[in-house]
T-cell receptor, first 112, second 112 residues
Framework: DAKTTQPPSMDCAEGRAANLPCNHS???????VYWYRQIHSQGPQYIIH???NNETNEMASLIITEDRKSSTLILPHATLRDTAVYYC?????????????FGKGTRLSVIA | KAGVTQTPRYLIKTRGQQVTLSCSPI?????VSWYQQTPGQGLQFLFE???????NKGNFPGRFSGRQFSNSRSEMNVSTLELGDSALYLC???????????FGPGTRLTVL
């Protein structure tokens, strides 16, 4: 079973920041937080991952709370092409070879 | 670098038949994982191969099998197809175990 809880859906206006929350209250010390997204009828796309520090790349920023029980994925300037299902996943690394366990994710709709 | 490729992209079979799906990972990637996606169950892990060895297996019946070749290409086979096997089958590759996974576009299997 997925160890994360996400809202089923969210809307965001085009050009505004999209903030997608994720709860992972039972996360272990060796587990990372991963984010993937799946645009309709395509394979999931890796976005970002982190352990306890905030992370940023060209796609998004990941903010992890100090107690690591929740995190937020931020798309700074959402576009219509960001409409997708976003999955938050916790996974042990680097010694673990556990597979990705996908929950139901958050369906983000970016509205013009 | 070319991404993960999967063939065929679409497939229609009838109950009782068997099917073989193919996945070519990103060049240099040695780990290949397979997932099944259905509207009811979401994305579920099937198995993972690393250096031609199955390292991890999900909770699927023995009708689902796979293998990996020395060039890291992988195939999965489903025998005695059932209607419930209709799904999008996704392959993901990564440089090694535990790294982020990069997904292919999937093979959409329809069982009639």
């Amino acid at each position: 079973d997925a160890k994360t809880t996400q809202p089923p859906s969210m809307d965001c206006a085009e050009g505004r920041a999209a903030n997608l929350p994720c709860n992972h209250s039972t996360i272990s010390g060796n587990e990372y937080v991963y984010w993937y997204r799946q645009i309709h009828s395509q394979g999931p796309q890796y976005i970002i991952h982190g352990l306890k520090n905030n992370e940023t790349n060209e796609m998004a920023s990941l903010i992890i709370t100090e107690d690591r029980k929740s995190s937020t994925l931020i798309l700074p300037h959402a576009t219509l092409r960001d409409t997708a299902v976003y999955y938050c996943i916790v996974r042990a690394l680097p010694s673990g070879n556990t597979p990705l366990v996908f929950g139901k994710g958050t369906r983000l709709s970016v509205i013009a | 670098k070319a991404g993960v490729t999967q063939t065929p992209r679409y497939l229609i079979k009838t109950r009782g038949q068997q099917v073989t799906l193919s996945c070519s990972p990103i060049s240099g990637h040695r780990s290949v994982s397979w997932y099944q996606q259905t509207p009811g169950q979401g994305l579920q892990f099937l198995f993972e191969y690393f250096s031609e060895t199955q390292r991890n297996k999900g909770n699927f019946p023995g009708r689902f099998s796979g293998r990996q070749f020395s060039n890291s290409r992988s195939e999965m086979n489903v025998s005695t197809l059932e209607l419930g096997d209709s799904a999008l089958y996704l392959c993901a590759s990564s440089p090694g175990q535990g790294n982020e996974q990069f997904f292919g576009p999937g093979t959409r299997l329809t069982v009639l």
